[in-house]
């Protein structure tokens, strides 16, 4: 793949939206830069209120220092705030106390944008109070960089909200509960066939009969067998702590995540509620993995609604809710989307 080039502000802000896979709303967005190279992509939800004072500069801040060869930063603010002329700057003394956190530790804040509704323009400039000269949005459709990402195959969703639209389908509830019964008589020997035939699916990329989705649905309602699919995911020969927190200094073999990925959405086709919570956390767990927060956050509470005591779900959302990130996410040899 040629390296991607940006030469103008409307490549940047269609390159961040690239990056994520989803166009941001009410954000912050960061990309870190080692030299001139692009290095990993944060977003974080804007505060609420404009009084936040230093702590969420401080956690933006330390997030994006994460990455050691960073050693610059460019910002943009996505948000439905007013920003023409007339109204004051959204957010100016968050952004003030961001850079000057980053200044801090090193790392000069090249650039700041704020991208509205239709149009984007330079947040910082001379003047404290005004922007740069506004853009229309269509300028980032036209922008280098975005037909160059297109025509390799990226696209940018409108959100980060999963579409489920597989979701009960095709329920057979009746299907699994036999199949549950079938495991129950040899569990051993039964989850064994089951994870030999999940195996073959992934490694093969193989199209999945109604009765295998059936048969791998069943399995993974029982802790062990999902906890051991989990592990074996990522492809990669490491201790199940480290490849759940993604912490190895190995890629884990997206291709191989991305095919499990696809399995578990075409198991939604057939779960009933009372069978959906293991897919769905797993398909959450994914998502955090490539350091997708958001849409991680959504599966856990769909996987939540409809098993409000699922265990993993409800772990994965506190660590969801405390902000931390995937070990994979944060470096650039490991990132999902470096590697692809």
């Known amino acids: ?22 166009w941001p709303q009410e954000s912050l967005v960061c990309v870190a830069l080692d030299g001139k190279a692009l290095g990993p992509t944060l977003r974080v939800n804007l505060p609420g209120t404009e009084d936040v004072g230093d702590s969420y500069a401080e956690r933006v801040a330390h997030a994006v220092g994460i990455d050691r060869d960073a050693t610059a930063v460019l910002v943009a603010l996505f948000t439905h705030k007013p920003w023409n002329k007339g109204n004051a700057k959204p957010f100016a003394a968050m952004i003030q106390g961001l850079k000057n956190r980053l200044l801090a530790a090193g790392l000069l804040v090249h650039d700041v944008w704020i991208v509205g509704p239709e149009s984007f323009a330079q947040y910082d400039g001379a003047n404290p109070t005004t922007y740069g000269k506004g853009t229309p949005l269509s300028a980032i459709e036209s922008s280098t960089v975005n037909a160059e990402l297109v025509y390799q195959g990226s696209a940018v969703a409108h959100s980060d909200t999963p579409a489920i639209p597989e979701l009960f389908a095709a329920v057979d509830h009746d299907a699994v509960e036999s199949a549950l019964r079938d495991i129950a008589t040899n569990p051993d020997q039964n989850l064994h066939a089951a994870y030999r035939l999940w195996t073959d699916l992934i490694d093969n990329e193989a199209e999945p009969t109604h009765d295998q989705l059936v048969e791998v649905l069943a399995a993974l309602q029982y802790v062990g067998f999902r906890d051991q699919i989990l592990a074996d995911i990522p492809g990669i020969n490491e201790p199940m702590a480290t490849t759940l927190f993604g912490t190895t200094a190995e890629a884990p073999q997206w291709d191989r995540i991305d095919n499990s990925e696809k399995l578990l959405r075409k198991l939604l086709t057939i779960a009933a509620p009372t069978h959906a ?17 958001t849409a991680a956050a959504n599966y856990m509470h769909v996987a939540l609604t409809f098993d409000p005591d699922y265990h993993l779900a409800r772990l994965l959302d506190q660590m969801l809710g405390a902000g931390i990130v995937s070990g994979w996410a944060q470096h650039k040899n490991t990132a999902y989307r470096n590697n692809h």
């Open 277 to 293: 919570a293991p897919p769905l956390t797993l398909l959450g767990h994914i998502c955090w993995w490539k350091g997708r927060g």
């Open 1 to 22: 793949m040629e390296p991607i080039r940006i030469s103008s502000p409307a490549d940047v802000i269609s390159y961040m939206g690239h990056s994520l896979g989803y």
